[in-house]
């Protein structure tokens, strides 16, 4: 393995100047004297690591002075891990998940473009997750404050004449993901039309957040926004729950198709009355939930009350939450997904969904979602939420 400082380039700020200067980084030189020069901007703990993975597709291992690590793998540009000091994983990954393009991986962050869902001819949630990604020895300059202490790879996909085929537009997508020395870590993606008319897209950045169990977990943001519910035809309800929470077991007693006993979710109240096509068999409810809520806050809270820990969610240009989670008929669906793993997952996704992105020729997108791990006592005094 071969320790790399900041991919291809460092973007450092030399005394006196008031902007940051982009240099590009010669690997032949003693890490000594790049140490030396850029001692002042550059942490020398930080830095990354490429590999291969059993399957030939290179990853790359983003570390700080912390102890913290991140794994990106080209494969789909998607992180595969992310893990706090302690060396405890934050992300969930199926044991069924299958590593080997094209197919998608079940878990980590999934980058979902240019669809999210099931719609059209594209493939679900789009081609992006699918695809081997290069590593971008020409980024775009980023503000000095998001390279500066941080471990970080730029990423780039274009499209093939496959993609074009179904997808006729031509696009730059260029990735940054980023670990800071708190741990935080950082995704900005970058969507550029050079084709010669506009298009359109939809992005999620499909996070799989591990849990220790789903009936312990708590989402504060979202409370009274509408959404779409994708189990019901994607029908507008609002929220109207202090807080999104889950039961790991939940059945409700069916009356001619109707609902007539309680629901101790908080999605119970949007429903009484209706008729639920969607329930199963033998009068229990199916506790899948996937929801699409519209114009959220920029932070959101996700509180795993056992592990005492908040998953602290802040987003640009993502004005959409998307939450789903699998529960147990879904799972046993899924052949990359274990029967009782939806128990320690749940999917909180920064995305642009309900309003598609329109560029026009030459005109760039970016969306950015910042991952943070605190005590859960802290989040109820020190976050906007």
Known sequence: MKALAFWGYLEVEFSGSENGTLAPFNPSLPVSFVLERFAADWDYRAA???????????????QNQQGASARVSLHGGQVTSWRNKHGEELLFTSSKAIFKPPKAMRGGIPICFPQFGNCGSLEQHGFARNKVWAIDDDPQLHPPNDSHGKSFIDLLLKPSEDDLK???????????VSLATSGDLTLTSR??????????FSFAYHTYFLVSD???VRIEGLETLDYLDNLCERKRFTEQGDAITFESEETLELENHT?????SSTAAHDFVGQE???????????????RLYLSSPNVIAVLDHEKKRTYVIRKEGL????????WEKKSKSMVDFGDEE???????????IEKPVTLKPGEEWTGRLQLSVVPSSFCSEHLDL
């Open 276 to 290: 639920m096509p969607w329930l199963i068999d033998k009068k229990t409810f199916s506790r899948q939930v996937s």
């Open 166 to 176: 179904c997808w006729p537009h031509s696009f730059e997508f260029r990735l940054r």
């Open 319 to 326: 004005p959409d939450v998307s939450v789903w989670n699998p």
């Open 48 to 62: 990354i690591e490429i590999t291969k993975d059993w399957n030939g597709v290179e990853q790359v291992l983003l």
């Open 191 to 200: 969507v550029r039309n050079v084709n010669g008319k506009p298009f359109s």
């Open 214 to 216: 789903i009936s312990e």
């Open 342 to 352: 939806y128990k320690q997952m749940l999917c909180v996704d920064g995305a642009a």
């Open 259 to 263: 609902l007539v006993n309680k629901m």
